[in-house]
């Protein structure tokens, strides 16, 4: 794959970074298809000097997606995107980067480009998402702190989603260990969801972490972008610990994602009589890890590694 090129189309010249933000742009493209277009036309050259009459030819390739590859207005908002992001520290890999997550390319579906702030090496280091409730107990909040700080200081990263409630303190958790965690976000990076936790976003940058998204620039935080977003926490991490969870939630959305990943999937057991604890205490009945205590988890990856 080559790491640098140029090709000309209407005059729009076009390098490699550029190429990925195009990429990302392409809404609904998906993995598979930008695999079959790469394998069609050979480079991404080609894919760029792509006419219409080609791109039908192509099997998944219909009218409407072929429309949104050619969009002149996409290729012309490429330099904008390109700027903000050279002003904002803001990078992108492809999954045929080296610095691409390992554990994500083996997902059914990974993301063809991420978005990143901050260091890119930890997202190839041992990580552990730890996902719950948004609207979460006092007691789902310190658990999630005490695992958090706990992991780190054994080495883990902590991998979460920046939301208000469990994430909130998994990631404050990391933080106060001095410890590095991955915050994935289900828009783009030139807005921090929920607002309140803008500190908390420059805590993780300022102690080594990093704020990734599939999402381009300009896209708003929109509900269906969430669950797409919680494939990806669970396809980074070698494992997934659910602290507080309702039965019909995004974190059990996490859980049937990371099942389909063949990722370990611990579990906090908790009240009966609490609704944040009805998806977990199904979970440890179908046959989740019931945990207790951070090193149960360190000793599991101690004694498989």
């Excluded at 908002?77 to 390319?105: A, F, G, S, V």
């Excluded at 702030?117 to 041992?126: A, Q, V």
């Excluded at 803008?198 to 972490?209: D, F, R, S, T, V």
């Excluded at 659910?242 to 996490?254: C, F, H």
Aim: a positive charge.
């Amino acid at each position: 794959m080559l790491n640098y090129f140029r090709a000309r189309i209407g005059g729009l010249k076009i390098n490699d970074k550029e190429f990925k933000v195009w990429i990302s742009l392409i809404k609904n493209l998906g993995f598979k298809r930008y695999q079959k277009l790469i394998q069609e036309f050979g480079s991404k050259e080609n894919l760029w000097n792509v006419s219409k009459n080609q791109l039908l030819k192509v099997e998944g390739i219909g009218e409407k997606l072929s429309e949104v590859i050619l969009n002149k207005k996409i290729k012309d908002d490429i330099k904008r995107h390109i700027k903000y992001m050279q002003n904002h520290n803001i990078d992108i890999i492809c999954i045929e980067d080296k610095e691409y997550p390992y554990l994500l390319k083996e997902i059914d579906n990974p993301p063809i480009c991420i978005y990143i702030i901050g260091r890119k090496d930890i997202l190839n280091e041992t990580n552990i998402a730890i996902v719950g409730s948004r609207d979460a107990t006092e007691y789902g909040k310190y658990v999630a702190k005490e695992f958090a700080h706990k992991l780190c200081c054994n080495g883990f990263n902590v991998v979460s989603g920046l939301a208000r409630g469990i994430d909130s303190f998994a990631h404050m958790g990391a933080i106060n260990a001095k410890g590095k965690t991955i915050a994935v976000l289900g828009n783009g990076l030139d807005t921090i969801f929920p607002k309140e936790n803008k500190k908390i976003a420059e805590e993780i940058i300022n102690m080594g972490g990093c704020i990734i998204s599939e999402y381009p620039l300009g896209t708003k935080p929109l509900r269906e972008n969430f669950p797409a977003r919680n494939r990806i926490i669970s396809g980074l991490c070698n494992g997934v610990l659910v602290v507080e969870a309702k039965p019909k939630s995004g974190t059990m959305i996490t859980v049937d994602f990371a099942l389909e990943q063949g990722r370990d999937v611990f579990v906090i057991p908790g009240n009966i009589d609490s609704v944040n604890s009805m998806g977990t205490n199904e979970l440890i009945r179908q046959g989740a890890k019931l945990v207790t205590n951070p090193e149960e988890i360190i000793e599991e990856y101690i004694n498989y590694n």
